[in-house]
């Protein structure tokens, strides 16, 4: 803070805010903030320079991001809510006003820019657009019940898995938690997608009374007047 947090620096009302290096002696001149205030400027810029650093690693598969999903009648109307791939829920008009300084991404399949979202058996993981894509559409885990979020997920072939000749589709793929992954690995329990794209989740055939179904704990506007999930308008990345 003794250098971001200095008068004149990474203050959002100059026109090139400085960031880096040393402010001239007529910015640091005409800043009017207070010191609280710098401290939250100085913080706002550091944590933007370091998102989507590669410095940082990657994460199941993608670089450290935010990835938010909403609908985009919602954005267009800039009201109503977004969901983060953790679960946290953003006003829309927050999540415009992050969004200027994002790079974004909207739900796009193959043919309308050429993204490969269908790898069929030349891969076995999904790619970063088809997790992008499953982020916004399933939020997390599928399982019923179960209320890891997507940052929390793995992908999960849900129809056959890659070692029995399934395909890394982004119309088979969908996001299980580690746990509940090996439950169908290993605990007999199969998964296959419904027509409507959700992935349902059947109990082994010795256990009926084990819950099976689909899984509405990320999708709340599915209970509440029957609201159609944000995947279908667009996923963005902030």
């Known amino acids: 803070m003794a250098k971001y947090a200095a008068p004149g620096m990474c203050n ?12 001239t002696d007529e910015v640091i001149g005409g800043d009017q903030r207070s010191y609280g ?28 991001t935010v990835i938010v999903s909403a609908t985009l009648q919602d954005l267009q109307n800039q009201t109503g809510h977004a969901v983060t791939a953790a679960g946290t829920v953003i006003p829309i008009p927050e999540l415009i006003r ?67 000749g399934g395909a890394t589709d982004i119309d088979d793929l969908t996001l299980a938690c580690g746990p509940d992954n090996q439950l169908v690995e290993t605990g007999g329990w199969t998964t296959r997608k419904r027509p409507d794209g959700a992935t349902e989740w059947i109990p082994p055939p010795d256990l009926p009374m084990l819950r099976g179904g689909t899984n509405d704990f990320h999708h709340p506007e599915r209970l509440l007047g029957g609201a159609s999930p944000p995947d279908d308008g667009g996923g963005e990345a902030a």
Do not use: M
């Open 12 to 23: 959002p009302a100059d026109e090139s805010p400085t960031v880096l290096g040393e402010p």
């Open 37 to 64: 205030q710098r401290q939250h400027d100085a913080l706002t810029a550091l944590l933007r320079g370091a998102l989507g650093d590669p410095k940082f690693g990657q994460h199941h598969g993608l670089p450290v």
């Open 98 to 164: 992050l969004s200027a300084h994002a790079y974004h991404y909207l739900a796009l399949f193959d043919g309308v820019n050429g993204r490969a979202l269908w790898l069929g058996r030349t891969k076995r993981i999904a790619s970063a657009d088809q997790r992008i894509i499953l982020h916004s559409k399933d939020r997390g885990c599928t399982r019923p019940g179960c209320d890891a979020p997507g940052y929390h997920s793995e992908v999960h072939h849900a129809a056959r898995d890659w070692k029995h």
